[in-house]
């Protein structure tokens, strides 16, 4: 009986060594370990031997058994493994093949930047304050400090809207956003006449001049500025939180240096270049070898422009500054026409 | 304004300075260098990856190779004509060099020289620009036969040096220049190219950077020394003046020299001037340019020879006065212009003589034959200067700085100073005294000067002694008394005022001597005002993100258009208009977003899909004041649903669904519920039977629909239907939004679909409402998944599909559903003539 049991199991092990196939270790199980094959042939016999040879028998048929059933174990992960790697091998796609597009929707280039500074300037403290786009001369530049004739007129040559009778105070384009100062200070003093309360507002939006449309030059752009007033802001607390600022727009290690210069509504004004991000301050086309690029115009806001918004000038100082989204992004993209904007051409906005 | 360095070292000593540096420390201080151009100059070498700091231009002279060198004869060459051969010294050996200059030529074969000619010499192997090149080219000087003779080196011309453009003759150096000497040393420069800022006019002259320059580096400014001497009568025995508006014309200095010699300028006064861009003319005009550029007053030279004949041999006497209305003069340029009462003239008793502060008139200008010279230097209104500049279209140097104010004390230095230059150049005597007519004098700014207020501003401590040396430097009059600090304004300076506006004025100047980069960084300790946000701007933000997220791409458009170019969609009313358009297709503000929309759709109509919005501005006209500025939004869609694939063919194109679809997305993210879609009848050229109205909690707030196909065919668009829509964005904010949610059940909701067939004019939304409010509120869900016509439905009937969701707060078994089931069909046989689709 023991001499069966070897066969029958150098028999089976003999089959399933040349089985490659799952229907084939199928039919293997049924004549192998099935209920009616040779080796359960053994176990239902099993009643009909000595008492001295059940347990011998009975150990060996199990044994048989448990190797039977393990190496059919094996050899079905084998079969799977094998037609798993067939398959892998067989089923290999193109993966040059572009991938399905899927019309998406975008903001404007112009509105994600602006996004990104008032962002910046939100957590800084600065308000958002919108206001009108078109604006009287009194607004855009009489309380701001451009005297009538004024040399500094002409940095901001204007968009008349036509109208009579106003030859003293005619209409115009805003040339700038911060007529929007005059108003948030006005606003703000009617609030509470006797201590107005301080200012801290980031003023975005539509700005116009008179220019010709080119690569270079546009009628329209967008503007940020930021105006602080209060009791104690100076012109270091300037500097910081434009330091701050360039470091939050540019990177933490983004070097800035302030140039004097010339605004009507500040005093003492100034230009801030941050390091060229493109080069490094190396020198390259972007920064036109200068290593620095020229992002902010700021000041400590005019005692006249204080005073046109009801702020004593002699109790509260401030501090205005301003930037241009559409030239951040030029400078950043490398885009070397300004037209790309309003152009609204597809093939660009998709770019961003 | 373009300054030579040269000149500069003049007033300031600039030892141990490179030009680099100089310029670093001037653009810090608010007079920006554009640019750098080498004339001579050891230019900075740059290794990679060294930072360029300014642009640079020119070109160095090779010291050992360039150098001052003489001509002793000027010989025929044997086979050319045109050429010459020279005889020339070096400083070390003696060369024959070939030259075709003209403006020696005529020495051609008269012998050795009397006086020997100095010349800038360029050896074999130098690098100079190419003289007969168009524009800049280097060329290195190699060893050649010309006509047979050898040539290796060359006199230069000042284009080959990179003085200037010219290259009609060699450059005649001065009779003192040290043979032998290396030209870089004798005559070489570097030229800052200056922004001049509106407020920094005072600095547009030599004086004025290097006043800037000391007070930067704490140098000494080396005022220059006006001296010279008189004789003869005095100046004020012949001449006159009457000033007859003080307001225009401040004041009115006339100085006098007798006997000059007109010639050109010694060389090196020819060359600074042309460096600086002015033109050499000859002694006494360029002495008038030279002393404007050195001290800032223009300076305007009159033959005093031709005011004598005018005035009848007897005593001149120069009149100011605005012209009269129409009024001509012929200008130094030979126009004859035309005046307005808003020009000033300088006259004498019998006409006009110039233009004040702009040009001079022909008749008394300085010419070849002069032998007297008034000279006049005067202070103008800058206003009235810049509007007459404009008018006339005249942009000088003179216009240039009286527009932007020069101080009447500068009239008297400058007369003085060009009078000195003119005995210099052009010998002659100087009379003695002035005629000065000052009627009008500026008071001094007087500015009380605190540590507070210094601290108070700029945020640095300083003590009264610091900021007055730091005012010195500019040349303030600081006056210390009990620690109360008293400044006054300097004479050169127009732009100081008193009071606080004053105080400003002055600080800045404390701050810029001071230097920015000293001043600390430091944060805002003042408080926080009051947290009020933006909730137009915030809810304006978040409606483009729910656009943005239903698949819209923002475009932003000119504000700017034309009445035609709005006209294709819309019929307009009354526009606000442009005074000043920069062209007839941007003369008004746009009234209609959506044509603006229109526009750029159109100019992307190759596009395979188009889905746009944009959120902005209209402008209504007010009759004379400001217009109101509603916002708004629009959106146009046009082409196909969705995107395209190698695999994928070509998806539908968008129709009134799509866009309705994504409105209805759009304001159920603004929590709008109490929606109706109405017919329209919108002002927008849209088609009839494909728009609507969109009504929330009973108002009109916007349209859509398919673009009318007449309107249509105006534009380029392709076969696909364009579906248009826009919203009043004030109207919509404004609304109340309906806040809470359906709670998610946690029983399993039933689905069941039932079709009805009912007449064609019954809409889909009374169908739908029909169902919702007989399901009451265990009908969870309608939707309307297929409508479908044919035969044997019959004419004029159409079956509707809707799929219905159940949910209760509990399992429902198929017989609950079927009680409200048979509840709604009976609703809708009933009400609406339904028929069960079976």
């Not at chain 2, 198929?814 to 009976?826: C, G, S």
């Amino acid at each position: 009986m023991l001499d069966k049991l070897n066969e029958i199991e150098k028999a089976a092990l003999e089959d399933l060594s040349s089985i490659t196939e799952q229907s084939a270790l199928d039919a293997w199980r049924v004549s192998n370990v099935g209920r009616s094959s040779p080796l359960m042939q053994v176990f239902a016999g099993f009643g009909k031997l000595s008492k001295e040879e059940k347990p011998i028998v009975g150990a060996a048929a199990n044994r048989v058994k448990v190797a039977l059933e393990s190496a059919l174990e094996e050899k079905t992960q084998a079969v799977k493994n094998a037609a798993l790697a067939k398959s892998l091998s067989e089923e290999k796609l193109d993966i040059t093949l572009p991938g399905r597009e899927v019309n998406i929707g975008r903001l404007h280039p112009a509105n994600q930047q602006l996004r990104r500074v008032l962002a910046i300037l939100a957590e800084m403290g600065f308000q958002v304050y919108t206001s009108r786009e078109v604006e009287t001369d009194e607004m855009n530049f009489q309380m701001l400090n451009f005297a009538p004739h004024h040399p500094a007129r002409e940095m901001q040559d204007s968009f008349y809207v036509e109208s009579e009778g106003r030859e003293d105070n005619p209409i115009l384009m805003r040339t700038h956003t911060s007529p929007g100062q005059i108003r948030a200070m006005r606003e703000a003093v009617a609030t509470n006449p006797q201590n107005p309360p301080p200012i801290r507002i980031a003023l975005p939006g539509m700005c116009y001049r008179y220019e010709q449309i080119t690569a270079r030059s546009e009628i329209q752009f967008n503007q940020v500025e930021g105006l602080a007033v209060g009791e104690g802001i100076t012109f270091a607390d300037l500097k910081g939180t434009l330091t701050d600022f360039a470091r939050r727009m540019f990177g933490k290690d983004a070097r800035v240096r302030f140039r004097a210069s010339y605004f009507p509504f500040t005093e003492p004004s100034a230009e801030v270049d941050v390091e060229c991000f493109v080069c490094g301050g190396k020198g390259c086309q972007v920064c036109k070898n200068s290593g620095w690029l020229e992002i902010l115009g700021c000041g400590m806001v005019h005692p006249n422009v204080l005073q046109n918004g009801g702020y004593d000038p002699k109790r509260y100082t401030g501090f205005a500054f301003g930037m241009g989204p559409e030239r951040q992004l030029m400078l950043r993209n490398k885009i070397n026409d300004i037209r790309y904007f309003w152009g609204n051409d597809l093939r660009f906005l998709e770019q961003f | 304004m373009k300054l030579p360095i040269s000149w500069l070292k003049d007033f300031i000593d600039l030892d141990g300075i490179t030009v680099e540096d100089i310029a670093r420390k001037l653009t810090l201080a608010g007079l920006e260098v554009d640019e750098i151009l080498y004339a001579g100059l050891a230019m900075p070498t740059y290794g990679a990856g060294e930072k360029h700091e300014f642009k640079t231009n020119g070109i160095a002279w090779d010291k050992e190779k360039i150098v001052v060198a003489e001509i002793r004869e000027v010989k025929e060459h044997p086979n050319a004509d045109k050429l010459t051969l020279l005889d020339l010294y070096d400083g070390q050996q003696e060369q024959v060099v070939l030259t075709g200059a003209p403006n020696i030529f005529h020495l051609k074969g008269t012998g050795k020289l009397p006086k020997p000619i100095k010349v800038a010499y360029a050896k074999e192997g130098a690098t100079i620009y190419d003289g007969h090149a168009d524009g800049l080219v280097l060329t290195t000087l190699k060893r050649a036969k010309i006509r047979g003779v050898d040539s290796y080196s060359m006199v230069c011309s000042e284009k080959e040096l990179g003085i200037t453009e010219e290259h009609e003759g060699i450059i005649l150096l001065d009779d003192d220049a040290p043979v032998g000497m290396s030209l870089a040393d004798h005559i070489g420069d570097a030229v800052l190219d200056i922004s001049i800022l509106p407020n920094m006019a005072r600095n547009a002259n030599v004086i004025g950077i290097a006043r800037e320059l000391a007070a930067l580096t704490g140098r000494e400014l080396k005022k220059p020394k006006i001296e010279f001497t008189t004789s003869g009568a005095s100046v004020e025995d012949s001449v006159s003046i009457e000033i007859t508006n003080s307001e225009l014309n401040p004041r009115f200095v006339a100085g006098l020299i007798r006997g000059v010699e007109i010639k050109p300028s010694p060389y090196q006064i020819q060359r600074r001037l042309k460096l600086a861009g002015i033109r050499a003319i000859n002694n006494i005009v360029d002495a008038t340019n030279y002393a404007m550029i050195e001290l800032g007053e223009p300076l305007h030279a009159f033959d005093y020879d031709v005011l004598k004949e005018r005035a009848g041999e007897k005593k001149i006497k120069l009149i100011t006065r605005p012209a009269q209305e129409g009024e001509e003069l012929v200008t130094l340029d030979g126009e004859k212009r035309k005046l307005t009462s808003m020009n000033v003239l300088v006259c004498d008793e019998k006409s006009s003589l110039s233009l004040a502060g702009v040009m001079g008139g022909t008749e008394s200008e300085v010419t070849q034959n002069t032998r007297n010279v008034l000279l006049e230097g005067a202070a103008w209104n800058f206003i009235n200067i810049r509007r007459t500049a404009k008018q006339h279209n005249l942009p000088s140097e003179a216009s240039f700085r009286f527009s932007r104010g020069v101080h009447p004390a500068l009239a008297e230095t400058g007369v003085k100073r060009g009078l000195q230059y003119m005995a210099a150049w052009a010998h002659g005597s100087i009379a003695p005294g002035l005629v000065d007519a000052y009627p009008l004098k500026p008071k001094d700014s007087v500015v009380e000067v605190t540590s507070k207020e210094v601290k108070r501003l700029l945020g640095i401590e300083l003590t009264v002694e610091q900021i007055a040396e730091l005012l010195s430097r500019l040349e303030f009059k600081c006056e210390i008394t009990n620690h109360q600090l008293q400044v006054t304004a300097p004479a050169h300076r127009m732009d100081i005022d008193e009071g606080v506006v004053g105080l400003a004025d002055v600080l800045e100047e404390v701050a810029r001597s001071y230097g920015f980069d000293k001043i600390p960084t430091t944060t805002i300790s003042d408080a926080l005002p009051p947290q009020a946000g933006n909730p137009v701007h915030e809810w304006e933000e978040h409606l483009r993100d729910l656009l943005v997220a239903i698949g819209m791409q923002e475009v932003v458009t000119y504000r700017m258009t034309s009445p035609e170019r709005e006209g294709r969609v819309i019929t307009h009313g009354e526009y606000v208009r442009i005074a000043n358009p920069i062209a007839p297709e941007r003369s008004v503000l746009r009234q209609s977003l959506l044509a603006a929309v229109l526009e750029v759709a159109e100019k992307n109509v190759r596009a395979e899909s188009i889905a746009m919005f944009e959120v902005g501005s209209i402008f209504e006209p007010v009759k004379n004041d400001l217009p109101n500025e509603p916002r708004k939004l629009a959106i146009v869609m046009t082409g196909a649903r969705s995107a395209s694939a190698w695999d994928v063919k070509a998806a539908p194109a968008f129709d009134f669904y799509d866009m309705k679809g994504r409105i209805e997305l759009l304001l159920a993210g603004l929590r709008y519920t109490d929606i109706v879609y109405a017919q329209s009848e919108s002002t927008y050229s849209l088609h009839p039977g494909k728009s609507a109205e969109v009504k929330i909690n009973g108002q009109a707030v916007g349209v859509f629909g398919e673009l009318h196909p007449l309107a249509k065919e105006k534009y380029e668009f392709g076969d696909a239907p364009v579906i248009v829509a826009e919203f009043d964005l004030e109207k919509l904010r404004t609304l109340n939004p309906s806040y809470g949610i359906i709670p998610v059940s946690e029983f399993p909701p039933m689905y069941e679909d039932i079709a009805i067939i009912l007449d064609e004019s019954v809409t889909a939304s009374a169908v739908e409402a029909l169902i919702r409010q007989t399901g009451g509120k265990t009908v969870t869900d309608v939707r309307l998944f297929d409508v479908y016509r044919d035969e044997k439905i019959g004419a004029g009937k159409k079956s509707l599909a809707y799929n219905l969701t159940y949910q209760a707060e509990k399992t429902l078994t198929d017989a609950d559903a079927a009680v409200i089931r048979n509840k709604i069909v009976k609703r809708l046989e009933n009400t609406i003539g339904a028929k069960l689709r079976r």
